[in-house]
C-alpha cells in the first residue's frame, strides 16, 4: 500500500490516495494504519481516498481502521472515502449497514466532481 498525492497541477494535491492492493485482513493492517495516517496528516482538512480497486479480500478488522480514519477526517471538516467496484468488498459494506458511513464511488474521477470543492479544481 502507498499513499500518494492526486493532483492536476504541480505542488497542489487536491486529495490523498492510498492505494490498497490483495487482501486486507488482520495481517496487513498495520501497513494500511501507517498510510491512513500519513494521507491524513498530510493536508488540512484533510480528503483522503482509499482506492480498493485491487482488493480481493476484506475483513472486518479492516472496516473498524477505515471507519476510525474516517472519523478522524470528518472531526478535522475533511474527509474519507472508498474507490472500490469489488463485488464482495461492496457486500460486506452492505451487509454490515456501512453504505453510509464509507461513501463508495466507482472511480477517483467520480470524486473530482462529487467531493472536490470548485476553487481547488482550477
Not at 490483495?22 to 498530510?42: H, V, W
Request: a neutral charge.
Amino acid at each position: 500500500m502507498v499513499a500518494v498525492p492526486r493532483s492536476d497541477t504541480p505542488g497542489h494535491a487536491r486529495f490523498r490516495t492510498v492505494r490498497a492492493r490483495g487482501e486486507l485482513d488482520i495481517a496487513t493492517l498495520p501497513e494500511l494504519e501507517t498510510d491512513l495516517l500519513r494521507a491524513l496528516s498530510d493536508a488540512e482538512p484533510p480528503r483522503v481516498v482509499v482506492d480498493m480497486r485491487e482488493v480481493t479480500f476484506l475483513d472486518c478488522s479492516v472496516v473498524r481502521v477505515l471507519l476510525r480514519a474516517r472519523s478522524t477526517a470528518l472531526s478535522r471538516a475533511g474527509w474519507l472515502v472508498l474507490v472500490c467496484a469489488h463485488v464482495p468488498v461492496g457486500r460486506l459494506l452492505r451487509r454490515l449497514e456501512l453504505e453510509h458511513h464509507l461513501p463508495r464511488y466507482p472511480t477517483p474521477d467520480a470524486i473530482d466532481t462529487a467531493l472536490v470543492p470548485a476553487e481547488d479544481a482550477n
